[in-house]
């Protein structure tokens, strides 16, 4: 805190004398002694660092076993440090379970590729990851406080979604097979349900914050999937491609997937937040079957991205979320301009047509930064 | 007390899982016959080079340049460690042979059957890196080969070729 600040504010007649002396008096007494905490710090980065270093330039002497024998003992022993614990860490200092967990959590992934690496074993990358979702989930699920965590979870079963689709993808043998497009689309769905899982355990839970950062998380994703099919439904149709029924089958097991999360939220659903929350979702979900209809047409396809977008604007606006609807608002200029570049792209190519797209731009720009700021709501809690 | 048990259960799975995991890697890690494969270098200007080293088989019997990347399986003949021949069948050609043919190898989820993957420590993949580009000398991998068919590689040694390649040594 700095005392030409408060000195400036005095003199503006923004606080008096008595506030002045009262801040002072509590910052001194909260003063953190900055400097010595950066030396404990780069004394404590100075060591990890070389133990580290020491650890890696013998690596290799180091017999497999022992390795993956300290390996694990760190994972118990963090283990039975978060059980012994655990509960007085989190009421103490929260953050700590948080970092506990999340350190336990990547000990326990880099154990796996450490088994690849001492005994020779190769596999696709979703198989350890969704090994370690099934043995970590329940352990962050339960006692997880944050985003730290919340993200851990959800970026393990996107990762794992997409690495199983591409996998698949790979070793795909032609022609398509409606099992294989089942499992595909179940896969790349599976990380939505989030939503639904965190909207149910976060209406009664002391850990709303760690359940509402996770049911943001998995509505995103939603979202982005939406939103990704939108922009792809440009090429097509898809209904004339060759595997076209097995892309309609793909796209409407999605959107059951995400209908059946939008439903568990909105019986969840306390607040008007709860319900825009659970009506987005059923948008994205259903935004792959207009997707595949209307698929074909580049403009169709950016008033198809836009319709979603602006139905995440609406629901911003009721639900009171300022920084989503501007987010909103933002994505739906930029597509605006992207489109005009698509629609007539010879505009480029002469001096008049850069003007009038530079003029265009900006006309965007402002009226969506207008619309961002007039029209925002207060702000307030997001989803 | 049901939290209790519910939050330590939550707990203990991890371990025992991880600990369920390696000791059955380790497990299977044992199991399967060790055959010996020549291979050549794969390619040198991989970015990950000096972890592992990838290369490429030759097994004996096959022609060379023989296609194999849709080849589900080989049959091994000989006598382990030895192979005398192995033998391909048209691909996608029903489920592995399991009669007729004793030991067979089955192409991995990463790999197909032409390349492999050996992860060395840093210090050594350089020489042998070298080593597989010398046209006099013969890089042999050691597999183990499970009843299923699954290939691990382990080590990799040379041996002098009974006649150098011609020409400066090239990787494919």
């Not at chain 1, 200092?93 to 005994?119: C, D, K, N, P």
């Not at chain 1, 595949?292 to 602006?310: H, I, K, P, Q």
């Not at chain 1, 933002?330 to 190519?349: H, P």
């Amino acid at each position: 805190m700095s005392d030409r600040k408060l000195k400036a504010w005095e003199q503006a007649g923004l606080i008096d004398a008595a506030t002045a002396a009262r801040i002072r008096a509590w910052e001194s007494a909260h003063a953190r002694p900055l400097g010595l905490w950066a030396v404990i710090g780069i004394a404590a980065l100075a060591i990890g660092l070389g133990l580290v270093s020491v650890v890696a330039a013998n690596w290799d002497a180091i017999p497999g076993l022992a390795r993956l024998a300290i390996h694990f003992a760190l994972i118990a022993g963090l283990a039975v440090w978060l059980g012994w614990r655990g509960a007085a860490v989190a009421q103490a200092h929260a953050w700590w379970l948080e970092a506990g967990l999340f350190v336990l959590g990547m000990l326990g992934l880099t154990f796996m590729g450490h088994l690849g690496q001492v005994y020779q074993t190769s596999s696709p990358l979703w198989q350890p990851v969704a090994l370690w979702l099934v043995l970590f989930a329940p352990l962050l699920l339960g006692r997880g406080l944050g985003w730290l965590t919340a993200a851990m979870v959800m970026l393990a079963a996107v990762f794992a979604a997409w690495n199983f689709a591409f996998d698949l993808g790979d070793r795909r043998p032609e022609p398509a097979q409606p099992w294989l497009t089942l499992r595909l689309a179940l896969a790349v769905a599976a990380p939505a349900l989030f939503a639904g899982l965190a909207a149910r355990m976060g209406a009664a839970s002391p850990r709303a914050a760690f359940w509402r950062r996770l049911e943001q998380m998995a509505l995103a994703y939603a979202l982005g999937g939406a939103s990704l099919c939108a922009i792809a439904s440009q090429s097509g149709p898809w209904y004339h491609e060759a595997d076209g029924d097995y892309v309609l089958l793909g796209t409407a097991v999605i959107g059951l997937v995400g209908l059946v999360t939008a439903g568990v939220m909105r019986t969840a659903a306390q607040d008007r937040g709860g319900y825009m929350a659970a009506a987005l979702m059923a948008g994205a979900a259903i935004t792959p079957i207009i997707a595949f209809f209307l698929s074909g047409s580049e403009t169709v396809a950016a008033l198809l991205f836009m319709t979603l977008w602006a139905g995440v604007a609406g629901a911003a606006l009721l639900a009171g979320w300022r920084g989503v609807f501007q987010l909103a608002v933002a994505v739906i200029a930029l597509r605006l301009i992207v489109l005009s570049f698509e629609l007539a792209g010879d505009l480029l190519t002469s001096g008049a047509g850069l003007i009038a797209s530079g003029v265009m731009i900006l006309a965007v720009a402002w009226g969506a930064l207008r619309i961002a700021r007039r029209f925002a709501p207060e702000q307030g809690e997001a989803a | 007390m049901n939290r209790l048990h519910s939050a330590l259960l939550a707990l203990l799975l991890p371990l025992a899982g991880l600990a369920a995991l390696w000791g059955w890697t380790h497990y299977r890690a044992g199991q399967g016959t060790e055959w010996q494969v020549p291979v050549q270098g794969y390619d040198p200007r991989d970015l990950l080079r000096g972890h592992y080293i990838t290369f490429r088989y030759d097994w004996p019997g096959l022609e060379a340049g023989a296609d194999l990347t849709f080849q589900p399986d080989l049959c091994i003949e000989g006598t382990a460690p030895v192979i005398r021949r192995v033998q391909a069948r048209a691909a996608f050609d029903g489920p592995p042979p399991r009669t007729g043919c004793r030991q067979f190898v089955r192409r991995s989820d990463r790999f197909g059957l032409d390349q492999g993957i050996l992860y060395v420590p840093q210090d050594k993949a350089a020489g042998l890196e070298e080593k597989l580009r010398d046209p006099r000398l013969q890089g042999m991998v050691t597999i183990r080969v499970r009843d299923d068919g699954h290939i691990t590689p382990l080590r990799m040694d040379f041996r002098p070729r009974s006649e150098p390649l011609a020409g400066p040594a090239s990787t494919p």
